[in-house]
Nanobody, 116 residues
């Protein structure tokens, strides 16, 4: 069993930045893919960004050029750097990872609010 714990959420003004962190209780070297999803009120959960164990990244069109996903394997941590934040980025952000044996793990989420 792997636990994922997100941190770094909060309230920020439009145009601001936040960095989310996802700390895993196990080695993320065992995860084939790590990612961030988000869910806004009244909307379905959507993929924001993902990174494979060899560093290949994938982003939602809505965040390309503004968000960057990265992983620090030695710290068992995945990050999501969010710049130029917009009100429509307001959501609960969830960290997820797919481990090599095919099980997906999810964190409980961290709230990001972009508002003036």
């Amino acid at each position: 069993q792997v636990q994922l714990v997100e941190s770094g959420g909060g309230m920020v003004q439009p145009g601001g930045s936040l960095r989310l962190s996802c700390a895993a209780s196990g080695s993320i070297l065992s995860a084939t893919t790590m990612g961030w999803y988000r869910q806004a009120p009244g909307k379905e959960r959507e993929l924001v960004a993902a990174i494979t164990n060899v560093g290949v990244t994938n982003y939602a069109d809505s965040v390309k050029g503004r968000f960057t996903i990265s992983r620090a394997n030695a710290k068992n941590t995945v990050y999501l750097q969010m710049n130029s934040l917009k009100p429509e980025d307001t959501a609960v952000y969830f960290c997820t990872g797919r481990w090599y044996y095919g099980v997906d793990y999810w964190g409980k989420g961290t709230l990001v609010t972009v508002s003036s």
